[in-house]
């Protein structure tokens, strides 16, 4: 196992376009995080999955934002008519299922609007 | 509510030096984590440590539960120690998530 693994890492997109991230976490974690940094910033939570179930959403992740995890597998981010101040690092991490284990990160994904 | 608090913010140091890195919490916490985050931007994970102390070649750590704060040791600095450093925790009270702190930016000066 190579670990957590981030696609892409970099995204150039004009403003209002749609993209979309994937994670692919460590294969026998159950739970699977989003997080997003942006400059000079800590990482912030946006949402985490427990298997195929998204178990909570930060209030940063606005209605332009969607995250799924079909299979309790690989996770897929997407941004919907991005905005300038979309543009961060978007960071994934997965861990076991128990609260409070340590958490893995991926490479990340930074995106930049243009 | 619940806080993670590093300090300090900046640091510089020249070559050889030690230095001591501070994280507060505002609450009870099952896990405590430092990472190096690297030029390009992925975090790395150097102590998993809700409370005691680790020791990893140069880099030490150590967690007081009951007082609520985590101290991570660097000893003998090498420019290649340079980066941002965050400590990250997971609270008892709350969700169930990992609350990072602000980092602290380590400057090693040759």
């Known amino acids: 196992d190579t670990g957590v693994s981030q696609n892409p890492r970099h995204k150039i997109t004009k403003r209002g376009q749609n993209v979309t991230f994937r994670c692919d976490p460590i294969?026998?974690?159950?739970?699977l995080y989003w997080y997003r940094q942006t400059l000079g910033q800590g990482p912030e939570f946006l949402t985490y999955?427990?298997?195929?179930?998204?178990?909570?959403k930060s209030r940063l992740l606005s209605d332009r934002f969607s995250a799924e995890r079909p299979k309790g597998s690989f996770s897929t981010l997407e941004i919907q008519r991005t905005e300038q101040g979309d543009s961060a690092m978007y960071l994934c991490?997965?861990?076991?299922?128990?609260?409070?284990?340590?958490?893995?990160f991926g490479q990340g994904t930074r995106l930049t609007v243009v | 509510g619940i806080q993670v608090e590093q300090s300090p913010p900046d640091l510089i140091l020249q070559e050889g030096a030690n230095s001591t890195l501070r994280c507060n919490f505002s609450?009870?916490?099952?896990?405590l984590q430092w990472f190096h985050q690297n030029p390009w931007g992925q975090l790395i994970n150097l102590f998993y440590?809700?409370?005691g102390t680790k020791q990893n070649g140069r880099l030490s750590a150590t967690t007081v539960a009951t007082e609520r704060y985590s101290l991570l040791y660097i000893s003998s600095s090498q420019t290649t120690d340079s980066g941002v450093y965050f400590c990250?925790?997971?609270?008892?009270?709350?969700?169930?998530?990992?609350?990072f702190g602000q980092g602290t930016r380590l400057t090693i000066n040759p």
């Open positions: 609450d009870s916490v099952n896990n």
């Open positions: 991490a997965s861990s076991l299922v128990q609260g409070g284990t340590e958490a893995f």
């Open positions: 294969s026998e974690h159950n739970r």
């Open positions: 990250a925790a997971y609270f008892f009270q709350g969700a169930q998530k990992l609350v």
């Open positions: 440590i809700p409370s």
């Open positions: 999955f427990q298997n195929e179930a998204q178990l909570e």
